[in-house]
């Protein structure tokens, strides 16, 4: 039994740049998660983090406009206003931290150009951006000494008399479980890329921090606009960043047309990732692709500027696939990739659940809407991250020092896990997932529409039957059994594929990355709204859809 | 494609026989990595297995393993490349560190000793607004050490680890070159002589390249490691035997072109260190005896005045 | 077959058995050689530590000049090899930094154009001479012995500088001299592995058990002896294998440590006194007694 002010779960850059604040308000902070820090996925972000510097002659009201547009209107206004306001102090302060960030002629931060914005204002280190941010955060943490429970997994939130007041957890080298005490308790723990097949995401993107919420109250908005990322690696699924686009690639189909021409004729390769999804997701259907993919070429930025600028593009494509980027234009399609939606925020990462708070991927302020910009993932996660720190040190002064039951609770996962362990069904947790990881990539694509979405949703349902009759667990140790660990991976990935075809069928127009083929237009009237799923307590799925805050840009027809 | 792999397989909880090499067969597609076959193993063959990844995308650091004796990231190494159908690949545990279980390494000896350097920014001041001045050359050249994604394949390779844990390792060198090189860092000079400690620090390096051959992202640590002694050497941190070897060399070969191995041993032993002069002794006797001992009057490069004067030229450059 | 000579210091110096031993083979083989004697010390990785750049200008000073005689150079250590080609591979892939150096040595007369290959006197047996041809000189079978093959770190990485793309059986060559002279070579997991030289006189316990380990696993795999294409391996793993297994495993020196060409020699049956068998500090007559 340990007890903290702060427990963080996740240990990626929301939960970090959470940590580095809150240790710095004087709390006493504790970050816990299943991978250690720098192999969070966060490290995979790769293009670049957007800033509107107002002391450069640049606006936020700028930045503001696009990620709205960018979001097809449904992002909420004042969330955005706030992220485009703390922007440029966000990023300066990570810069002052030590991130080796490219510079401009002037010794000052450089840029380069990103989807859905017309201003170069994204800022960034080679093609590692991700990575680099990531391991200066890790590195104030040590420099702080923030506590880490280094390859644990949450089973479990404990919530007690109405509020969350810690987590029970299972620490994987040792197999045993135990209870983590805290006053307040922020979720970071990621998106849930591997609801989908294919996908850019790590293994490990299952989803957790958006199970955990949803089954202790919280809300889940907007769970139906998944981002399809337009260039991810041919075969593999490797994410191939924006940022190559941003610095001039084209975008090729089979005929060596540069057909974003069609689709987006002011902002072309850059328009934002669902159109340009959308367009090259066209462009395969009806022929023009090779293979089942798109071209992307970047021969014309010169060798030199690859391997600087580029350079780990140019590692991926070689390693992966054997094609020199400089010579050879590469094989893409569009993958899954981020999820808008996810855990219902206010902007300090108020959950509406006493003591519960969530940022990052994980979390929906609105900032991202329909569609997130690129660049804007990084943003959003260390201003949310920060700002959610500094709330829950104003909550934590209220919460009494008392003594949790823990007993009940650990007892309670002691329960789950062996029921887990003794199952000895006809499937592996494997098959189980992929199969209803393929039906979800088929069901809510790049395109959709009512029978694709309810096929998805019975696959959906039949696997929570299977889940809960018929695996079967072949590893009976303790140790980093990770035969149990993707068995309880497997049911928080299950919470978040309910959710996601419940939002995607409750949405009854086409807005940014949801497209219905059957409801092809966008519906201001009836649908400027967020789809709101919760769990009662019987398990049951109640909806809701609340308005989407509209501040100062009425929305117009979106066009790029 | 046909794949057969032995995996070497340690199991804690086992009290007797707990380690062993398991084979598996597999028929997978000929462009897989070694990581795709063992998470097909893992995912429809043999639930036990146990091994960290996370991005198969050679970014996050997690699935470094030996294969065939060699570490190596097995997310982006490709199986057509090491073995032909039918032959057998084996995938051990790196090297140098624990095993937890099965391909499971413990490594917070390797996050202890990245923390031991100091691996975070310390200026003297922020900035008042706004950030550190800096130019693209300077950040640009750090991205070599920024690359490195915390895999430990160098630090399973190295030689020096085999037989010395309190060696800092290479890995954490070369963490703390990125700091040293990086101009808005102001402890330079207190890190490179935290460093140049004679315990384990940068001297301690064999330079026997494995961590150059295995790390999978161009750093080179052992680069890294060379270019903190040059450095060190320049800020003036002379007091080691790594110094009086590399200085006893450079004036040998300035003088006489070539290599007088004699004085070579004597003066990195320290001409005033009595032990270290008195522990040469047996084996330049042993060496006398049997006809080995270096000339005194060492042999000398023809022409070898033309030699020094490329010194002095270069010398004349910095 | 000609070649430009570079034998390198310790050949001269501390081992002189190596020099002795490989112009026995090279006379008997016809191989000619030309020795550059103008050309530097390498450095040995050792001055690159405090003066990269007067090493790396040395080195491509003897490269110019093996290549002004339109001739490869042949190198007899694992270090000479290893640094030269690191240097030739450095400047063929930066021709910034090849200029400033040859701006340096043009006083003298020399401009480096990238054009010579260096190769240790292993690679030039197996891939110019060819084992067959070399067999055809042998005499005597050694087919009583087993040998430990123990490259040099220089000679097997970096892989780059080294032409293991074109030429990845270079990581084999001496196993294969090994089993052409009749004798078994061991499959030995350290062959690559360091012997602990460079850091001799900086941390003397790394080094003893490091010679300590190598030697030790080798005798335990049942090798007679062991065979090293590198003076300064040599010098290591002879001249302190008596302290570094004493320390280390509490036994004796008892694994004989010869060079490449003595190797040859003895298959060739060359006169003993000009293979320097006798010069090496742990007893070779057990050697002797089986060929």
């Known amino acids: ?560 | 494609m046909k794949v057969s792999i032995d995996v070497k397989r340690f199991d804690p909880e086992k009290l007797n026989e707990n380690n062993w090499v398991q084979n598996y067969k597999m028929d997978i597609h000929p462009s897989s990595t070694v990581l795709d076959a063992l998470i097909h193993i893992r995912e429809e063959i043999d639930g036990t297995l146990g091994l960290r990844c996370a991005c198969r995308a050679s970014i996050c650091g997690s699935c470094g393993m030996r294969v065939d004796g060699k570490a190596k990231l097995v997310c982006k190494t490709r199986i057509e490349e090491l073995v032909d159908e039918g032959e057998t690949l084996l995938v051990e545990p790196m090297g140098n560190q624990p095993v937890i279980k099965d391909l499971i390494v413990d490594i917070s000896a390797f996050f202890a000793k990245m923390t031991q350097v100091s691996p975070f920014l310390q200026p003297d001041e922020l900035p008042e607004q706004g950030e550190f001045i800096a130019s693209n050359e300077s950040m640009e050249k750090l991205l070599t050490e920024m690359n490195c994604i915390m895999c430990g394949l160098c630090v399973s390779d190295c030689t020096i680890l085999e037989v010395d844990n309190t060696f800092i390792g290479p890995a954490a060198l070369a963490k703390a070159s990125r700091f040293v090189y990086d101009p808005r860092d102001d402890q330079t000079e207190e890190r490179l002589n935290f460093l140049n400690d004679e315990q384990g620090g940068i001297w301690d390096c064999t330079r026997c390249m494995q961590c150059v051959e295995v790390c999978p992202k161009g750093v080179s640590p052992m680069d890294r490691i060379m270019d903190l002694r040059e450095t060190a050497i320049e800020i003036g941190a002379k007091k080691t035997h790594g110094y009086d070897h590399t200085n006893s060399f450079e004036k040998s070969v300035t003088a006489h072109g070539r290599l007088d191995e004699s004085r070579l041993a004597f003066e990195s032993a320290g001409i005033f260190n009595i032990p270290r002069l008195l522990d040469l002794i047996p084996v330049g006797l042993r060496a006398l005896i049997k006809g080995k001992l270096p000339p005194i009057f060492p042999h000398k490069a023809e022409d070898n005045k033309k030699i020094k004067e490329l010194a002095k030229k270069i010398k004349e450059m910095e | 077959m000609k070649y430009a000579f570079y034998p390198g210091c310790v050949a001269r110096g501390g081992t002189p058995e190596l020099l002795s031993s490989s112009m026995a083979v090279l006379k008997e083989l016809d191989i000619e050689i030309e020795e550059l004697t103008k050309a530097g010390c390498t450095g040995a990785g050792v001055l690159q530590e405090k003066n990269p750049l007067l090493g790396d200008t040395i080195n491509v000073r003897t490269l110019a000049m093996a290549e002004e005689k339109n001739l490869n150079i042949m190198t007899l250590c694992s270090t000479c090899q290893g640094v030269l080609s690191q240097a030739n591979h450095k400047v063929k892939n930066d021709p910034e930094y090849l200029a400033k150096i040859n701006d340096l040595i043009k006083e003298e007369g020399y401009e480096y154009k990238g054009t010579t290959d260096v190769k240790h006197l292993l690679w030039i047996l197996v891939e110019d001479y060819g084992l067959d041809n070399l067999k055809s000189h042998f005499v005597k079978e050694l087919s009583d012995l087993k040998f430990a093959p123990f490259y040099g770190c220089y000679m097997v990485r970096p892989s780059e500088a080294l032409g293991f793309d074109e030429r990845p059986e270079r990581q084999n060559y001496l196993e294969q001299v090994i089993e052409s002279v009749g004798a078994t070579a061991i499959d030995f997991p350290g062959k690559f592995s360091c012997c602990g030289f460079p850091v001799l006189f900086i941390n003397q316990k790394n080094s003893l058990k490091m010679v300590s380990n190598q030697t030790g696993s080798a005798k335990d795999l049942g090798a007679d002896a062991m065979v090293t294409p590198c003076p300064l391996c040599h010098l290591n793993l002879d001249g302190y294998q008596g302290k570094a297994r004493s320390n280390n495993r509490g036994d004796k020196a008892d694994l004989p440590i010869i060079h490449m060409p003595q190797m040859i020699a003895l298959a060739m049956g060359i006169e003993t006194k000009d293979i320097g068998l006798g010069r090496h500090i742990v007893n070779t007559k057990e050697i002797l007694n089986k060929v």
């Open chain 1, 1 to 560: 039994m340990y007890d903290h002010d702060l427990l963080i779960v996740g240990a990626g850059l929301a939960g970090l740049r959470c940590a580095v604040e809150a240790q710095k308000l004087g709390l006493k902070v504790a970050v816990i998660t299943k991978v250690h820090p720098v192999r969070s996925h966060s490290n995979a972000a790769q293009g670049g983090i957007n800033a509107p510097l107002t002391d450069r002659g640049d606006d936020w009201k700028g930045h503001a406009l696009d990620t709205i547009k960018g979001s097809d209107y449904l992002a909420d206004q004042d969330a955005v206003e706030i992220m485009s306001q703390e922007a440029g102090e966000a990023v300066l302060e990570l810069e002052r931290m030590g991130v080796i960030f490219s510079r401009g002629d002037d010794g000052k931060l450089g840029t380069r150009r990103f989807g859905g914005q017309k201003v170069a204002r994204t800022f960034f280190v080679g093609a590692i951006t991700g990575s680099a941010l990531l391991h200066v955060l890790y590195e104030q943490s040590l420099k702080m000494g923030l506590q880490v429970y280094e390859e644990w997994f949450v089973t479990s939130l404990i919530k007690h008399d109405g509020a969350v007041r810690g987590v029970v957890a299972l620490d994987l080298k040792t197999g045993e479980l135990e209870s983590i005490t805290a006053k307040s308790v922020v979720i970071a723990a990621g998106g849930a890329g591997r609801v989908f097949e294919p996908s850019t995401n790590a293994l490990i993107c299952t989803g957790d921090g958006l199970s955990l919420a949803w089954n202790n109250g919280a809300g889940l908005m907007d769970m139906e606009m998944i981002q399809y990322h337009p260039t991810t690696l041919a075969r593999t699924g490797i994410l191939l960043s924006e940022a190559a686009r941003g610095e001039g690639a084209y975008l090729l189909n089979s005929e060596g047309d540069r057909f974003m021409e069609k689709y987006a004729p002011d902002y072309m390769e850059l328009a934002s990732r669902d159109v340009v999804s959308r367009s090259e997701q066209t462009e395969i259907n009806e022929g023009r692709g090779i293979d089942g993919n798109v071209l992307l070429d970047l021969r014309h930025l010169g060798k030199e500027f690859i391997e600087t600028r580029l350079g780990y593009l140019q590692e991926v494509s070689v390693e992966f696939l054997g094609i020199d980027m400089a010579e050879k234009p590469v094989p893409i399609r569009p993958g899954m990739h981020y999820i808008m939606g996810g855990i219902k925020t206010d902007v300090d990462g108020e959950t509406g659940v006493p003591g519960l708070y969530a940022a990052g991927e994980c979390a929906n302020v609105s900032v991202h809407g329909a569609n997130r910009l690129g660049a804007n993932s990084l943003l959003d996660t260390v201003v949310f991250g920060r700002r959610s720190a500094e709330k829950a040190s104003d909550y934590v002064k209220s919460v009494p020092n008392s003594v949790i039951p823990t007993e009940k609770y650990v007892k309670r996962d002691l329960e789950l896990i062996k029921n887990i362990m003794d199952s000895d069904g006809k499937y592996r947790v494997s098959e189980v997932r992929n199969k209803m990881a393929t039906a979800m990539t088929k069901g809510i694509g790049v395109f959709r529409d009512q029978e694709s979405m309810e096929y998805a949703k019975k696959i959906v349902d039949q696997t929570k039957i299977d889940y809960r009759d018929s695996i079967k667990i072949e590893n009976k140790g303790k140790v980093y059994n990770t035969d149990l660990l993707f068995a309880l991976e497997l049911g928080n990935m299950i919470d978040c594929a309910e959710s996601i075809v419940h939002g995607a069928l409750t949405r009854k127009e086409s807005r940014g990355a949801h497209f219905r083929t059957d409801i092809p237009g966008r519906n201001d009237d009836e649908w400027l709204k967020h789809t709101l799923i919760y769990k009662g307590l019987e398990g049951e799925i109640k909806i809701e859809t609340p308005d989407v805050t509209i501040t100062e840009w009425e929305p117009i027809e979106r066009v790029y």
